[in-house]
């Protein structure tokens, strides 16, 4: 498999302060593996059984597909074998039904048959794309006690839901929307960056906290420590901030690797790419004491030409450049879709008056041996 260099296909090239710091985190992430690591010998140790263990793991790749519609932007896919969907808008879109477009490309689609090691989907190029980690390194970021109430506290905050293209049946007989994103955001038209989620009662934004740092650890064990080390340092060098919390010890922190959550209830979106730096994390929770083995969502690649059966606790680390979508829940009852992200903008700093420092500037034309 070729190294996991970002696509970065969105980089802005103009030589402002903001598209350097851009150009800064992307010639390192280029580099990663020359990257200077200041870790201990230990670190090294476990950094190299890392390395190792994702070699082990299975590969799968699987024939491109072109859909019917390829140049509409809005294409949805539903998580059973209808082809339409409530409310589903019907003027740019085709509904497409997971079961029969991907038929035997479907990643985890019977339970206990993946591979000890996880397994890793790459492109007819050898490129990433996507990786689902073996069952002792996924984790469920669901809390029934705490998670649950959380859920519904950041549901409640955000206008959302009739711009994602939802169940409209849903918004409307609620009155609530379905979907929130939390953390650092640029504010768009002006410059800087701000932070809603500050308003959060302690209890709701430490909750948060542990969700976002578990997909953290969950992305950390199962990809190159060479790539995320890179990211971790780029991001704190550049200021880049975070999400923060409290650990369970009281010890407030902060996210060094993902500084946002998206969350949704009973989602679905097109296919789109994001603008994102690094890679992403998605995953599903039921909503109830339902049997753990049932498929919940489907997380859809078209154009690479496979879908994800994702469970309850599943976690998907996958390359936010290719086109992705979050297909129709597949079981009748409320289900949950976060996701975990660090986007472009934020590296930027969205502030063009905000003068690079000395070390910054060496990130923007450094070459390395």
């Known amino acids: 498999m070729k190294p996991m260099v970002h696509k970065a296909k969105h980089c802005p090239k103009a030589k402002t302060s903001s598209s350097l710091r851009v150009s800064a985190y992307t010639n390192a992430m280029k580099e990663y593996e020359n990257f200077e690591n200041t870790a201990s010998k230990g670190g090294r140790r476990n ?22 519609n390829e140049k509409e932007t809005r294409v949805y896919f539903c998580g059973t074998k209808d082809k339409t969907l409530p409310g589903m808008p019907t003027d740019k879109s085709a509904g497409h ?47 029934k006690e705490k998670t649950k109430p959380v859920f519904a506290t950041l549901l409640g905050m955000d206008k959302l839901g009739t711009k994602r293209g939802f169940d409209k049946t849903a918004v409307q007989s609620s009155g609530k929307c379905i979907y929130s994103c939390s953390g650092p955001k640029c504010i768009r038209n002006a410059r800087g960056i701000y932070d809603k989620s500050i308003a959060l009662d302690d209890e709701v934004r430490d909750e948060v906290f ?8 969950v992305l950390s064990g199962s990809i190159s420590s060479k790539y995320v080390y890179c990211h971790k340092t780029m991001k704190k060098k550049l200021g880049v901030p975070g999400f923060c919390g409290r650990y369970k010890t009281g010890v407030l922190g902060e996210t060094t690797i993902f500084p946002n959550l998206a969350l949704g209830r009973n989602v679905y979106l097109p296919v789109h790419c994001d603008k994102d730096c690094f890679l992403s994390v998605t995953s599903v929770s039921d909503s109830t004491e339902s049997s753990a083995g049932d498929i919940l969502a489907y997380f859809c690649f078209p154009y690479a030409g496979f879908a994800v059966a994702l469970r309850h606790g599943d976690c998907l680390i996958f390359d936010p450049t290719e ?3 979050i297909l129709s829940k597949a079981v009748s009852r409320d289900i949950y879709c976060t996701s975990f992200y ?24 450094q070459e390395y041996p």
Not at 52 to 68: A, G, I, P, V
Not at 99 to 115: M, P
Request: glycine share 6%; net charge positive.
């Open 47 to 68: 950094i190299s059984t890392k390395e190792q263990k994702l070699k082990s793991m299975t590969r799968k790749c699987f024939k491109e597909k072109k859909l019917n």
């Open 323 to 325: 086109p992705h979508c």
């Open 97 to 143: 039904s997971v079961l029969e477009f991907f038929r035997g490309c479907i990643v985890g689609a019977k339970q206990g048959t993946d591979d000890n090691n996880g397994t890793v989907i790459t492109s007819a190029n050898d490129e990433f794309i996507a990786l689902l980690p073996s069952k002792q390194n996924r984790a469920s970021l669901f809390n």
């Open 342 to 365: 660090c986007k472009s903008a934020l590296i930027g700093g969205n502030d063009n008056s905000k003068k690079l420092t000395a070390e910054q500037m060496t990130f923007v034309e």
């Open 210 to 217: 542990r969700i976002i740092t578990q997909a953290e650890q």
